[in-house]
């Protein structure tokens, strides 16, 4: 199939890889041109804009940072609706406000583009491997013809619902690892703190109703120093942002929610942000007084 690809950062360019590794025929197209390079030498053929990219193929793909860079993708002078032929798909897999995504999904429907949002959970590990969770909102005719290159990039795929429902879900993704990882930082310097084998406690842990694969993967991250990222604070701390921001505008609690969006914050704020999520716990030790390094 000829399929196309904007944004080949962290997430982009490995997903875009499997889709070259399957067989399919991809048109890619970055802000840093540095970025494509991986890429096309593993055969893609290079673009100059994101309506070149969208030119004669069926789907269009972007993995980019927010609402404001998909909607120049979409819809600016250069951008997919410009070269997208009616009847072809545009699957935005970046993690953006739902009420967005509706609003970029109603444009493009207005020139007879369908358009899926399509957000990843997974991290780097996933992308690479070709096992992200995928959440869908779309049209389920849309979702059926784009379903044979979603499974190209991963392993659980899901048609949540209607445009934006995609996004909902990966609202309530980032709201559960978010948390989740917060508290098992929050566990895990209580336990240091009182001079207790932190991996210990962990193994334990693992054993009864606190096990989760956040635990697991994340937990042993902490144990390790691994704070390489997979999935950089800053990202969380916008995601959350967008959860927040949508719990504003319908008038809903969400206090756990906020309360760890503020540790995000302190870790973009304390030089965190480019750490791996995991990093957080390096800043509940430096507000212990213990030395995260």
């Known amino acids: 199939m000829e399929v196309g690809f904007v944004g080949l950062g ?52 972007s993995m980019v940072a927010d609402a404001p860079d998909v909607e120049q993708v979409a819809l600016g002078e250069q951008g997919i609706a410009a070269g997208a ?5 545009f699957v935005d897999m970046s993690t953006i406000a739902p009420s967005a995504a509706r609003s970029i999904a109603s444009r493009l429907a207005a ?20 096992s992200l969770t995928i959440m869908v909102g779309g049209r389920p005719e849309a979702f059926a013809r784009v379903r044979p290159l979603f ?9 949540i619902g209607e445009s934006g429902a995609g996004q909902v879900a990966k609202a309530c993704n ?20 009182n001079d207790v084998d932190v ?31 997979g999935f950089k604070a800053w990202m969380h701390q916008k995601d959350l942002r967008i959860v927040l921001d949508e719990a504003h505008r319908l008038g809903i609690a969400l206090p756990a929610a906020a309360a760890t969006a503020q540790m995000f914050n302190a870790m973009s704020g304390s030089g965190l942000g480019e750490d791996d999520s995991v990093g957080m716990v390096k800043l509940y030790e430096r507000l212990s007084g213990g030395v995260a390094q």
């Open 199 to 229: 991996e210990r406690v962990r193994e334990a842990l693992l054993g009864g109703f606190a096990a989760s694969r956040i635990l697991e993967n994340h937990g042993a991250r902490m144990l390790a120093r691994n704070f390489k990222p």
């Open 151 to 159: 499974e190209c990039l991963g392993g659980s795929i899901t048609l």
């Open 85 to 89: 032929a009616p009847g072809s798909v």
């Open 111 to 130: 020139g007879g583009i369908d358009m899926l949002d399509a957000p990843v959970s997974g991290g780097e590990p996933g992308a690479i491997g070709g």
């Open 174 to 193: 980032q709201v559960v690892t978010g948390i989740s990882v917060a508290v098992i930082a929050e566990a895990f310097n209580f336990a240091r703190i």
């Open 10 to 61: 962290i997430m982009g360019r490995p997903m875009a890889l499997n889709l070259l590794k399957a067989g399919h025929r991809l048109h890619v197209w970055s802000r840093r041109r540095e970025s494509m390079q991986a890429v096309i030498d593993a055969g893609a053929i290079a673009c100059d804009s994101a309506a070149e990219v969208a030119r004669g193929v069926e789907v269009s793909f």
